[in-house]
């Protein structure tokens, strides 16, 4: 098994902040899960007041073209809230060329990020491009 080491680039927020995880993972630890992504602990998600499943919430992102997207290192994972047509990866010696209007960012993709705040009970904050990295 080898490592792989990729460069994210996408428009959106970062969701929880260094250290501090993802909200849902959060719950599902106030619940008493080690890891808040097992099919057991799905359950314990939360969407504004309501707790729902893991496979819900993702549900209503794909409604509004929004992923969660993992980032820095897959034991520590960050996560960032991100429109899915923002989403550009490059593996390690794979490198990928941006197109010249790439950066361009269209009204829905503001819409879709405050539209996926509000069904994931996530303050809203200004999104924009974010680089990152994740190492696997």
Known sequence: MGQSTDAILCWGLKVGGEDEGC??????REAGFDDPFSD?????????????SWLKAREEMKKVDV???THCYWDYPM?????RA??????????ESIPDDYLTV??????????ACKKLGIEYESPGWILCSYWC
């Open 23 to 28: 909200p849902w993972e959060d719950k599902a």
């Open 106 to 115: 269209p009204p829905q993709w503001v819409e879709a990020i405050i539209e």
């Open 40 to 52: 057991e602990a799905f359950a314990y998600f939360m969407i504004g007041e309501k707790y729902v």
């Open 67 to 69: 992923e969660l997207i």
């Open 79 to 83: 996560y960032i809230l991100a429109v």
């Open 86 to 95: 923002s989403n550009k990866t490059a593996s390690r010696g794979s490198p």
